[in-house]
């Protein structure tokens, strides 16, 4: 997410007093957004079974994240097409987890991390579609979403393994679907 930093002087009708103002405000509900996403690293309370499946499908995920990266830079749609659909297709909730594994997933994370796991892999299917229909705009934006709901996700969930995230200021739409971020911002 970019946010457009103006060179120009403020407008006369805007005091720099009001400015500063919105520009503290702006930040501290960055600082708010974040504390509202910071939660407790789920990995502790998975069952190993569960940790080695996530575990898996991450460095899987990583792994295509990365050829995807490669394949938009060089025009490669069917290898973002195809990469895209292994993402979405190593969705954990969709392996061949036993009744018991999925409860004991549902006990250990909480809501919000299922919904930004599902979130994303909605996310894999859309980039796979943009790389079918050959448009590379869409598969920059797509690709820029997927990487701000891991983000998000690491510094919510996974601080026990990257602590450089734990303090991160993520805004506070990262990881949310849009229908999330609508209620949010109703409620």
Do not use: N
């Not at 600082?31 to 575990?55: F, I, M, N």
């Amino acid at each position: 997410m970019f946010i457009a930093i103006s060179t120009h002087p403020p407008r006369r009708s805007c005091s720099r007093g009001r400015i500063a103002a919105m520009i503290a405000g702006a930040l501290m509900g960055l600082g708010l957004s974040a504390a509202s996403v910071a939660a407790e690293p789920v990995r502790p309370d998975l069952t190993p079974k569960l940790q080695g499946l996530l575990k898996k499908e991450m460095i899987q995920i990583e792994l295509a994240m990365q050829e995807v990266y490669t394949a938009m830079l060089q025009g490669k749609h069917g290898m973002v097409a195809e990469k895209g659909q292994s993402i979405h297709d190593s969705f954990i909730l969709e392996q061949s987890l036993t009744d018991q594994d999925r409860q004991d997933l549902k006990a250990a994370v909480p809501q919000e991390f299922l919904q930004m796991d599902g979130y994303f892999h909605e996310l894999s299917a859309s980039l796979a579609e943009a790389g079918r229909a050959r448009d590379t705009a869409r598969q920059v934006a797509v690709y820029g979403r997927m990487t701000e709901t891991c983000v998000a996700c690491h510094s919510a969930y996974v601080t026990d393994r990257f602590e450089g995230l734990e303090d991160a200021e993520i805004p506070s739409g990262w990881g949310a679907a849009p229908a999330e971020q609508e209620s949010d911002s109703e409620g």
